[in-house]
């Protein structure tokens, strides 16, 4: 198998692995009659403080797991594509940090489901790849700037609906920028365009100093 195809396919594990625990989750509340909205985000609540680590796990109804999957599957695609040494970290980031938000800013009510998530994901892929100037990276920036530019009305208390939380979105929104600058010196970054040419007087360099020390050796000849 091909270096690159390996390195796509890698970059799905995660991303799939996360989405199918999601689909268990949602199953098990609907076939065992239970009820797992408790375990959301309720602001300013003691009993809301848990929902921090748990609210994307959990969906409203399949409806709203169905329209959050090709997003995250997407979003976390490149997460892991580009960022594969600070994925994992950039995504607990995400999650923690958009709950915490949300958890202070929130309307009363139980706030749960992965939107956050999407909105950190997209927000942190976009601001990143500006703020790196990386070519690959600024594709995706405009790539993730066409296919989701849309959502950020939803994350407007004037445009969004009442059964949504713009909130949450707003937070994973915050969240995903905060990311962006935090680890910018980490990861991928725009390559040195004279990084070639100082390599190159190096090696010259080096070669003149040799045959110079090669000079200073070699035995003289006698007339």
Known sequence: MKPEIRRILLAMVIPLFFIFILYIIKVLETGMDWDFTRLGVYPMEKKGVFGIFAHPLVHASFKHLFANTIPLLFLLWCLFYFYKDLGALIFFFVWILGGIITFIIGKPGWHVGASGL????????????????????IAVSLLVTFLYGGLVWDMLPFFARDSVSWEGHLGGAIAGMVASVLFAGKGPQKPDPFADEEDEEEEENEKKDSDCENENTSPSNIV
Request: aromatic share 24%.
């Open 118 to 137: 999407i909105y950190g994901l997209a927000f942190f892929l976009f601001f990143s790849g500006i703020i790196r100037k990386h070519v690959p990276l």
